[in-house]
């Protein structure tokens, strides 16, 4: 009986092919395909959460947050419409979540030259994502301190706006 030689009749003959076929993909489409899917997909409108309306261009607020370890562009999160910046880090979990991995994640809007900015504190859908859908250890007021100290630790013009202020934006 012969004998087949499964080395030979692979598509990867050795470690060198399949390390090139993974390096040659174009990762940049493949993420900006993953991104427009999750705009088409997963959209919802925006949450009334209280913001900070920033006096800064989006492009100088992505460079301060990502100066406090914020990474830009986090694609496993609905998509608000309307939103144009969309950063998460990993924050250390509360007391009564300890075991878990949380993150602060920000979502920005543009408004007449400035930028609204809003955050939570949640788990990290990474780490947990059924606790992160069931929204355990969600904290509004957790996610917009600690950006409240970045923006004061950048030295950022921000004012609070809440959903009751006559300047409360929704759209």
């Known amino acids: 009986m012969p004998t087949r030689n499964y080395v030979e009749d692979s598509l990867w003959k050795n470690a060198y092919d399949r390390d090139r076929v993974w390096r040659d993909l174009p990762w940049h489409l493949l993420r900006k395909t993953a991104l427009e899917l999750r705009k088409s997909w997963f959209s919802k409108d925006r949450p009334r959460h209280a913001y900070y309306l920033v006096d800064a261009t989006p492009a100088e607020v992505s460079y301060r947050l990502l100066k406090h370890y914020f990474r830009p562009g986090w694609s496993l999160s609905y998509h608000y419409r309307g939103e144009q910046l969309n950063a998460a880090r990993a924050t250390l979990a509360p007391p009564k979540h300890e075991e878990m991995v949380f993150q602060t994640h920000i979502r920005g809007y543009v408004h007449g030259g400035m930028v609204e900015l809003m955050a939570h504190y949640e788990p990290c859908p ?10 355990t250890g969600f904290d509004a007021e957790e996610g917009m301190a600690l950006l409240r100290a970045v923006l004061q630790a950048e030295n950022l013009t921000h004012e609070r706006l809440d959903p009751g202020d006559d300047r409360y934006r929704t759209e």
């Open 126 to 135: 990474l780490s947990h994502p059924k606790a992160h859908l069931h929204g």
